[in-house]
Nanobody, 122 residues
C-alpha cells in the first residue's frame, strides 16, 4: 500500500500563504495523477487541484490564480502553494494519488493521505 505523508498545514492570517507537501513512499508516483482535495466541516470533500505526470494541472474556480500545484517526481512529492488565503479556504486538506495517469472522480482504488488542517483567520 502506498503511504502518503502530508505536511505544511497550520494557521495563517487572511492574505497569507502556506505550502502543503505530500510525500509518497512508492516509485509509481511519477506515472500517476495526483490531487489535492479539501473538506470543511459540514461540507462535501471537493477537488482543489490535480496534476498529471507531465505537469499539466487543473484547479477549482475558487482557488484559480491563488493556488499552484506542482510535483517533483525525483522526490516523489507533490506541493500546493497557497497564496492570498481566505477564511473560506479553511478546511482539512487531503492529498490523493490516483490509480491512473489522469485525474477523475476518486474511486476505491485511489490512495488518500491522512489530511492536514488549514485554518485561515481574519
Amino acid at each position: 500500500q502506498v503511504q502518503l505523508v502530508e505536511s505544511g498545514g497550520g494557521s495563517v492570517q487572511a492574505g497569507g500563504s502556506l505550502r502543503l507537501s505530500c510525500a509518497t513512499s512508492k516509485a509509481i508516483f511519477s506515472h500517476n495523477a495526483m490531487g489535492w482535495y479539501r473538506q470543511a466541516p459540514g461540507k462535501q470533500r471537493e477537488l482543489v487541484a490535480a496534476i498529471v505526470s507531465s505537469g499539466y494541472a487543473t484547479y477549482s474556480d475558487s482557488v484559480k490564480g491563488r493556488f499552484t500545484v506542482s510535483r517533483d517526481n525525483a522526490k516523489n512529492t507533490m506541493y500546493l502553494q497557497m497564496n492570498s488565503l481566505k477564511a473560506e479556504d479553511s478546511a482539512t486538506y487531503f492529498c490523493l494519488i490516483y490509480a491512473s495517469s489522469w485525474y477523475r472522480t476518486p474511486t476505491g482504488d485511489d490512495q488518500w493521505g491522512q489530511g492536514t488542517q488549514v485554518t485561515v483567520y481574519s
